[in-house]
């Protein structure tokens, strides 16, 4: 059924029709907008291990031989230390009394090094860290930061 102003428009849209065509312009526009909600949020927390784990390394030393030699010679100066290849010599000298004075060599001291190399285990602390995340829900009132050790802001 309808009614008459129903038909009323019926009539004026018949008419106008006939009379000429009317395109109706229709524009949209649309304005977006965002909001902020916080819907939850993490919990990030940082450990620090300390671990000892051997490693090798060369280790290096020396040994050292001291022998004395007796020379008993009569000598015009006074000699310098010296080197013969692993050894190194210094002379050891007196003087003795005689109708003139004399230098004599009485002994020499030889010392001879050797290196020797050896590998040894030395412990060494290792550092390790890490992360656990924990999800937090919408307005925990806990989003701070937390610190494991007095170590963890060094890393």
Known sequence: MTTTTEREITAQENLVSEQSQVIPVVEEFAHVSVARRE???VR???TTDEVEEPHDVELSSQRVEVTRHSVGREIDAMPEPREEGDFLILPVVEERAVIVTKLFLTEEIHIRRTRLTEMVSVPVTLRRQHAVV?????GSADLGLAHTGPNDPDL
């Open 44 to 46: 990030v927390t940082v």
């Open 39 to 41: 819907t939850g949020g």
């Open 134 to 138: 924990e999800q937090l829900e919408p």
